[in-house]
């Protein structure tokens, strides 16, 4: 199978890109600190776990067309989060399975300047435009407000409450 080459999309502050290799020590960086994990799964990664995120985003792109991009500030080039659609098999009811779920996650010094919404919106749009019409789901703890903000901004409307591995949770979805 030929891997599909990542679309690179650009807003007024960031670029959304495929992730390569060398972004592992900025995604260790951001996936370490208990402020990104909190609302997640209230512990900050390890490494083993940060490596097979790396992989898990990579290889979304070559087997089923979608992922996630690195975003970097386009004035700095500096890595500022994560955003972007997986299928991750989620064990949880409703199912979503087989539905495009979108993500996203920015590092602490990132947070409170609008580019979660900016991120969200940008790849919200080219999932509209890629999955023709297809529902776009996301799942965020009912104790993320920011997140819950920024899933309203960018046209999700909440669907239902449940628990996944324990932990309530809301599904926002998008069509």
Known sequence: MKAMEVPVLETERLRLRGHSLSDFEPMMAMWSD???TRFINGKPSTQEEVWSRLLRYIGHWAAL???YWAVEDRATGAFVGEVGFADFKREMEP???GIPELGWGLSPSAQGKGYATEAVRA???WGAEHFKGV???CM?????IASIR?????GFRPFAETFY???PSLLFERS
């Open 65 to 67: 067309g979608f992922g």
């Open 123 to 125: 790849a919200a749009t």
């Open 135 to 137: 529902r776009m789901v």
């Open 140 to 144: 965020i703890a009912p104790e993320n």
């Open 95 to 97: 199912s979503f399975e």
């Open 165 to 167: 591995k324990g932990s």
């Open 150 to 154: 920024v899933a309203e901004k960018s």
């Open 34 to 36: 208990p402020q990104v």
